[in-house]
């Protein structure tokens, strides 16, 4: 991968706190840097080209270590945004740097590239969802028709923004949400009822649920209400198996088991991925678990 700006912006991809993170520094850098998605993987660990002389910012995530001093060692300057909990000595460590577990990347991100400018709705909505508080109302329907958009494209990132500064255009997004949020309680409902299996996994009997990422975080959360301390959502490519565990917040810390498949996040939501050829063989934990019973026994 060639990088032709000066400024490189490398962010948390297939993550909405991770592009709106992203989309607070365009607007304040524009065309003037490369934007760059991110995972939280050990399956690609050249994704994070040569940095010679760049200006560099991670936004709402953190590399390796051993990727950090690299880049450290090649970039004009190095600044990391994140709120992940599994990073915090890493950030903290670093000058300039920010974190605070408090606050989504997000709402870091425009605080750093626009410290004198209001916050707008957009990241404060985000945030609601990506630290699981809900304290706005209705943020969930807006966030729900959010989640029709393109969130690759900056300018329709911008378009919403302005969208949900306008009452009524707001009213239009918190409309739409509605219908899509009855209709996806239907969805998760059924996924749950259809597929929740009782595993062992790392010493815990907890419910395993093979659905779409799209949903990783409602159906996770309802698992570990159902059985806690957790509940695991999976998902299977031709190359890789995509983990998301997910706990009551602030009720177990999930960091130390992600950490151990080489992925990480925040006490009650991380997650990690593993290749299908693993040489540890780790990731045929999903389809080979201790499959102990069904969450809904099918009917005699």
């Keep these: 991968m060639e990088l032709k700006k000066d400024i490189i912006v490398f962010y948390h991809g297939r993550c909405r706190d991770g592009f709106t993170a992203a989309w607070a520094a365009w607007k304040k850098l524009g065309g003037s840097a490369d934007y760059i998605p991110l995972e939280w993987t050990n399956l690609n660990p050249e994704q994070i080209p040569p940095v010679p002389g760049k200006e560099v910012y991670f936004l709402d995530y953190a590399p390796s270590q051993e990727d950090l001093d690299r880049v450290i060692k090649e970039a004009k300057s190095v600044v990391i945004i994140d709120h992940h909990l599994s990073k915090e000595e890493m950030v903290k460590n670093l000058p300039g740097s920010v974190y605070e577990s408090n606050h989504s990347g997000a ?22 969802s990506d630290l699981w508080n809900w304290k706005i109302q209705d943020s969930n329907k807006v966030l729900s028709s959010i989640d029709l958009k393109d969130d690759t494209d900056f300018k329709v990132w911008d378009s919403i923004a302005k969208d949900l500064e306008d009452d009524a255009k707001r009213r239009e997004y918190e409309k739409k949400g509605e219908i899509i949020l009855e209709y996806a309680k239907k969805l998760i409902d059924e996924i749950i009822k259809a597929h929740a299996q009782l595993v062992n996994f790392e010493g815990h009997e907890v419910y395993a649920v093979n659905a779409p990422r799209m949903f990783r975080s409602e159906i996770g959360n309802k698992l570990a209400t159902i059985k806690p301390p957790f509940g695991i ?31 990480g996040g925040h006490m009650g939501a991380s997650n990690f991925r593993l290749p299908l050829d693993s040489p540890l063989r780790e990731a045929e934990l999903l389809t080979q678990w201790m499959v102990k019973s069904p969450l809904y026994p099918p009917k005699r």
């Design 107 to 128: 709402v870091l991100a425009w605080k750093y590239f626009h410290p004198d400018g209001t916050m707008p709705r957009l990241c404060l909505y985000v945030e609601d």
């Design 233 to 263: 959502v999976w998902n299977q490519t031709p190359t890789e198996i995509s983990v998301s565990l997910r706990a009551i917040k602030d009720k177990f810390n999930l960091i130390p088991l992600a950490q151990k498949y080489g992925g």
